[in-house]
């Protein structure tokens, strides 16, 4: 039995926000029913592609575990098969530009009405305000929800982050408000909706940005080896900005991933001088405290860094990690697909598709002793259609032939069934 077992998910989304929520569920055991475009579906099949008709690494990796239905929901007949999926359905999630689904004729009111104990979730860029009808992706949710504009060096432009705070994050968020909308069900009886913004998503990651914007009518920001005399949160370039000070430091190697990032917490001062051969700062009033050394915390690295240089990254950590120094190598994705314990806890895990043969992915984050997790391949388009007419819906044999027909499964005739 899985946490989620027996909730049933239909699942409108597309490219990566809401597919990662919908993908989290099906993790946790939920039945997720993909409902796509006949003859295209979910753009992003196409997107990216490394193997020619295959589908893209990009879906593949988004949609694990999930059963895929073709239906063409503004078709006469889909739309009667949508209302039949939305009367059989717990939770149905989407991330349509604004405005779509109830231009498709379902707005949450009638969605309410079909099923009053329907979960109506969404992933839109923005909440209400100026810019709720705008379309949105990863880069521009990073831009407007505060991480680009405290992201790089404080000398260079605004950098977005390779994490995808925006539409992974955005899903994760989505994924939790689902989760407690399905709770307080058991008690209300009622469904709710749940929506999130992806600029509220990016913002409740980059909050220590926000803090740190509320400091600085109070003084300049010492912990940031920047320029202080600001009036907005800058970039704070590798420093962590908190209560304890970090840097990426070179190791060994000289390669672009030959880094280490480096803590100094007030215990593993004396320690790291002793390892840098500088015993004599470990007392020195100039350096012993970590007041005094936060006004020349750029030298403190550079003295560790003389040191790192003659490790490489995995000997830094394990020297670093003896003594209880929170440190972690720079990591590139090759040595991170390589990596034994992740491979140990399925956090990597091998996955065979139909087409595409074994290929890696990411697998559940979240590790819960009685749900385990086990990622399968994701659906080809349309995989399961007919099964979940029939099992699902309940339709006859004969009502799956006239769905068929009409066009709105897709292709007629090409798949009637006998
Ligand atoms: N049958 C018939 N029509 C379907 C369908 C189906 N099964 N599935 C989708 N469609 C239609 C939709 O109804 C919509 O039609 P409309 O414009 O006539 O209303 C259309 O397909 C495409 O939807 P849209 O969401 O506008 O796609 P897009 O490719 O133009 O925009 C995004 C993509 C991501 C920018 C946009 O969906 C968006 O802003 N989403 C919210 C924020 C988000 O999640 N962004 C991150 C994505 S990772």
Redesign the pocket.
Known sequence: MKALEGIKILD?T?????PTCTQLLAWLGADVIK???PGIGD?TRGQLVDIPDVDSLYFTMLNSNKRSIT????NET?KEILIRLIKSCDVLVE???????D??GFPWERIQELNPRMIYAS???FGPGPYED?????NVAQCTGGAASTTGFDDGPPLVTGAQI??SGTGLHLAFGIVAALFQRVTSGRGQRVQAA?QDGVLNLARVKLRDQQRLAHGPLTEYPVNTDVDETPRAGNASGGGQPGWAVRTKGGGPNDYIYVIIQPPGWAYYMELCGRPELVDDPEWSTPAARLPKLDECFKIIEEWTLTKTKREAMDILNARDIPCGPILSMKEIADEPALRNTGTIVEVDHPTRGKYLTVGMPVKLSDSEAKVQSSPLLGEHTEEILLDVLGLSKKEVNAAWKSGALGEPAAKAID
């Open positions: 409108f597309h490219v990566q926000s809401g409902v796509e475009r753009i239906l063409d929901t503004k889909g991330n349509f530009a604004p405005g779509a689904l231009r498709m992933v839109k860029g705008c379309k949105v992706y990863e925006g539409d992806m």
